[in-house]
């Protein structure tokens, strides 16, 4: 069974940072783009970007590039999402999910909420 | 960036009954659609892929099928289950973009 578990949510101040893991099991992990998909509280979905499987290939939404950094670790099956200068806008759940194109396979869900 | 434009943002129908809901893209994403749905408190799930194309384990009673930039998402013989929001997304072109969803309510 394919299985995505994120972890590392929670309240955070306005300008600092705050890092995401997603553990992944179920599917050899090293053969598969992953990605990170957000959805603000009542809204739809935004994605943020995808990583390939050596690392060498990352996309980001053009708005995001500049505060978030997705990174993975194949060894431990686990992709990364660095976000920094938080703002009350990036207040959402942060979906982990596996790619490329479509997101066949997704995680249950981190709450990252940003305030003071 | 390709703008998918859903309607309706929310219909409600009884069981038994068809519905079709829509995405128009802000330009031509050569079949390159997917469809998914969201169930309350829940990810998302992928229903179908490359427009018309059923993701593995999903019933039958979902299809999908494109006119030019118009793409459809059909549902038939609704159950109650089937109450959730569908989100249609591009995967044409980076950045990968959702429609703004439509809420599906059971009467």
């Known amino acids: 069974e394919v299985k995505l578990v994120e972890s590392g949510g929670g309240l955070v101040q306005p300008g600092r940072s705050l890092k995401l893991s997603c553990a992944a099991s179920?599917?050899?992990?090293?053969?598969?783009?992953m990605g990170w998909v957000r959805q603000a509280p009542g809204k739809g979905l935004e994605w943020i970007g995808e990583?390939?499987?050596?690392?060498?290939?990352?996309n980001y939404t053009p708005s995001l590039k500049d505060k978030f950094t997705i990174s993975r670790d194949n060894a431990q099956n686990t992709l990364y999402l660095q976000m920094s200068k938080l703002g009350s806008e990036d207040t959402a759940i942060y979906y982990c999910?596996?790619?490329?194109?479509?997101?066949?396979?997704w995680g249950q869900g981190a709450s990252v909420t940003v305030s003071s | 960036d390709i703008q998918m434009t859903q309607s309706p943002a929310s219909l409600s129908a009884s069981l038994g009954e068809t519905v079709t809901i829509e995405c128009l893209a802000s330009?031509?994403?050569?079949?390159?659609l997917a469809w998914y749905q969201q169930k309350p408190g829940k990810s998302p799930q992928l229903l179908i892929y490359?427009?018309?194309s059923l993701q593995d384990g999903v019933p039958s009673r979902f299809s999908g099928s494109e006119s030019g930039t118009q793409y459809s998402l059909e549902i038939n013989s609704l159950q109650s289950e089937d109450a959730a929001t569908y989100f249609c997304?591009?995967?044409?072109?980076?950045?990968?973009?959702f429609g703004g969803g439509t809420k599906l309510e059971l009467k």
């Open positions: 330009e031509d994403i050569y079949s390159n």
């Open positions: 997304q591009q995967h044409h072109d980076y950045p990968w973009t």
């Open positions: 179920g599917f050899s992990f090293n053969d598969y783009w």
């Open positions: 990583i390939n499987q050596d690392s060498s290939t990352i």
């Open positions: 999910a596996r790619t490329p194109y479509v997101m066949d396979a």
């Open positions: 490359d427009a018309s």
